[in-house]
């Protein structure tokens, strides 16, 4: 009997490995799958990948380091001339 049940165990061991590597194949291309309908969706809503955000985001950093130069520099461009910096006055707000 002990021949029998130990050939049953095996068996079984098979039977159960061989179950585990089908569901891995199949846990694999259902993941192959999503992530091609992911990417699909994400083309046709048009968004941007990290590099180019990336990209963009320091653009706009380089770009607000330049106007805070520039800024700085037409404060000392008018304090030489003798300017006062007067923020500029709105359409409605014209005096006669």
């Not at 799958?33 to 941007?48: I, N, P, S, T, Y």
């Not at 653009?59 to 520039?70: K, P, Y």
């Amino acid at each position: 009997m002990s021949q029998k049940s130990g050939r049953l165990f095996d068996d079984l061991s098979r039977l159960v490995s061989d179950a585990s590597g089908v569901a891995q194949g199949v846990r694999r291309e259902a993941e192959t799958v999503l992530k091609g309908q992911a990417e699909r969706l994400f083309a046709a809503m048009d968004v941007v990948t990290r590099e180019e955000f990336e990209a963009v985001k320091q653009m706009a950093i380089l770009a607000r380091d330049e106007n805070e130069r520039l800024e700085r520099r037409i404060k000392e461009i008018e304090a030489k001339l003798g300017l006062a910096s007067t923020p500029p006055q709105a359409a409605g707000d014209a005096s006669i």
